[in-house]
């Protein structure tokens, strides 16, 4: 991992250390009584294995590949925030966007790019998240939060502030509204946060209208981590589904975003795989009994993911499925392409509800080893 500038007067140079130690620093930093911003710089760095300096330590014994995690809502979560307390609050000003690589230069830019540019330089407000969905709150003294950058990570998009990385696509330059105050409490005059992503599936728009913003918030159903989706009006939407649509697969309105925000392939597969219930199940096959599990279910999962982000890779979420080749009871866990085109990771002895009589679950898919990912697993 590079070392992190500061643009100060000092110009510190952080002295390349393995990732882990480095977000254990930054914890011990945190508990002694206060985050340092030079430990929140440590925090972008990414959590996801494939980005991780450490991903050969993190092959998990009992797989043939290394765990592969796309962003969802815990991570989605966790990014934004660390973004936020690192260049929020209306400390930076945004005054330079780069293209560096990746499919906003092989082809058209972003939407909305030129406009952004002809309205620099912007105070960055806040980073701001809804399920999968994160974006920087932008505006002038005299228009506050009038303009938004949008950002959807797909497969492997992450936001870091190594901007020397590999597949670093995008290059936000942001600058300190005051350098003096930043230099008072030695923190940085200058941050450069880059938009990082192998597979080229993530996407960036700029917005000048509050109201686009407003339609695509609006456009995403009940925010898991966000307080929204307690069990009263998770089961309203549920039942109606399960009227409306009792064909309709599970894994299908599961991960339909307009429904409930932040669900994801891992979180589908670990929260089915605890309710007990067959990832090919319909939603008119569940008993009330059944949605209740499998809303506990689906919160726990979040919760425990989210508490874990940033961690070293010893203290990750642990997974009972999901890319593994047997679960905590020793069972096999099966892959298969899901009703959702994705891959499935399950166990037939132990998800048994809502299966179809007719229809035999337990056929694993021919593709990949356990762990790999589909090429159709984008978000």
Not at 70 to 78: K, R, T
């Amino acid at each position: 991992m590079a070392g992190i500038v500061l643009a100060g007067p000092k110009r510190a140079l952080l002295a390349p250390l393995a990732q882990h130690q480095l977000r254990g620093a930054a914890r011990l930093r945190a508990s002694a009584g206060g985050t340092s911003r030079c430990a929140l710089l440590v925090l972008l760095a990414p959590a996801a294995a494939w980005h991780s300096p450490c991903s050969a330590m993190r092959r998990r014994a009992f797989t043939s590949s290394a765990a592969r995690m796309m962003p969802e809502g815990p991570e989605v979560m966790y990014l934004a925030r660390s973004i936020d307390a690192l260049v929020g609050g209306g400390r930076f000003m945004l005054t330079d966007v780069q293209l560096r690589s990746g499919r906003y230069v092989d082809g058209a830019d972003p939407t909305g790019w030129d406009e952004l540019r002809a309205q620099l330089p912007l105070e960055i407000e806040r980073c701001s998240c809804r399920g999968k969905f994160l974006f920087f709150s932008l505006g002038k003294r005299e228009h506050p939060a009038r303009f938004s950058l949008w950002s959807t990570l797909g497969l492997t998009g992450w936001w870091t502030t190594d901007s020397a990385r590999a597949h670093t696509r995008v290059v936000l330059v942001a600058a300190r509204v005051d350098p003096a105050a930043a230099d008072a409490a030695d923190e940085p005059r200058e941050v450069r946060l880059a938009y990082v992503d192998a597979r080229n599936f993530g996407t960036l728009r700029f917005s000048a209208e509050p109201s686009e913003l407003d339609a695509k918030i609006a456009s995403l159903g009940l925010a898991w981590l966000d307080g929204e989706c307690g069990w009263e009006p998770f089961h309203a939407l549920a039942r109606r589904s399960a009227t409306r649509s009792p064909r309709r697969p599970l894994a299908v309105f599961l991960m339909d975003q307009s429904k409930t925000a932040g669900v994801g392939n891992y979180i589908l597969s670990e929260a089915l795989y605890r309710a007990r219930i067959d990832p090919f199940a319909s939603c008119g096959a569940l008993r009330d009994e059944d949605w209740r599990a499998l809303h506990s279910a689906i919160s726990a999962v979040m919760v425990e993911s989210l508490a874990t982000q940033g961690n070293s890779w010893r203290e990750r979420f642990e997974m009972r499925v999901y890319a593994r080749a047997v679960d905590p009871e020793g069972r096999a866990v099966r892959r298969a392409v899901g009703p959702h085109k994705r891959t499935v990771h399950f166990v037939p002895e132990v998800q048994h509800i809502g299966r179809a009589p007719a229809f035999d679950s337990a056929t694993p898919a021919a593709a990949g080893p356990v762990g790999a990912a589909t090429g159709s697993e984008a978000e």
